[in-house]
């Protein structure tokens, strides 16, 4: 009997020795794993380190750049207009309140139109050197190229969406397009650069370039001169703007 005692009083010590040994060595792989954290973040923060374990890898399996068309340009561009449009559109459904359905955006588009004059399409006519030594060159009026919203500059500067719009947006491809907006501020640099002074510094620039051209060729009077361009007629910009850019926009 004592024997027995004995033996189990031995394997109670045993069990209570190996509970103890796993304890220790859970103990010590969770204070190296502390360790390790304490490091890593050290590392991190001292900077020039950058160790990560849940780091993710980019790759890029873009398909190479394809050149579609070739073309000539005659064009000069004679001056630029940087523009700045603010939409604001608010989409509201009668009766009900805003909060439930509706939707209003104010967009700031920042862009800049072009100025060119085509010396693509002038004859030998269109110069003439005069008996006194005096040259003229008859030119087209500058024409204003489509407005090009700079995405980089422009921006959502507010979006108030009512309850049914969020709803309903969960289900859409692109709830919050720009693309109407983008449109929308294209139209109103172009009217906005119809009545600007853009025409006229085109024609002065252009007129100084070949002055300072000629001039070098020895000429020592230069003369430009432009065709007459008449007032633009602005439901005229408009459906060409619709032409060009392929879409109508009310705004």
């Known amino acids: 009997m004592a024997t027995a005692r004995v033996a189990r009083r031995y394997h109670s010590t045993l069990r209570s020795e190996t509970g103890s040994t796993k304890v220790r060595s859970l103990g010590t792989v969770a204070g190296l794993g502390a360790i390790a954290v304490a490091v890593i973040l050290l590392a991190n923060a001292i900077g020039g380190f950058d160790i990560s374990f849940f780091g993710t890898t980019r790759v890029d399996r873009s398909a190479p750049v ?30 009900v309140p805003s909060f439930l359905v509706g939707e209003r955006t104010i967009f700031i588009g920042v862009g800049s139109v072009d100025a060119t004059v085509d010396f693509g399409g002038i004859t030998r006519d269109a110069v003439t050197v005069g008996d006194d030594g005096v040259v003229t060159v008859t030119l087209p009026a500058p024409t204003l190229e489509k407005p090009v919203v700079d995405p980089a500059r422009s921006h959502v500067a507010n979006r108030d969406r009512g309850l049914v719009n969020r709803i309903s947006g969960v289900f859409e491809d692109n709830p919050t397009s720009e693309r109407t907006l983008y449109l929308a501020a294209q139209r109103r640099m172009a009217r906005a650069a119809q009545s600007s002074e853009l025409r006229a510094r085109a024609e002065q620039n252009t007129a100084e370039m070949l002055e300072g051209l000629l001039g070098k060729l020895g000429f020592t009077r230069v003369n430009v001169v432009f065709a007459d361009l008449a007032s633009p007629d602005l439901a005229a910009v408009d459906a060409a703007l619709d032409a060009a850019i392929g879409d109508r926009n009310p705004a």
């Open 66 to 95: 394809v050149l579609r068309e070739l073309r000539d340009v005659s064009r000069y561009k004679a001056a630029t207009g940087e523009f700045e449009a603010t939409i604001d559109i608010e989409d509201d459904v009668g009766l």
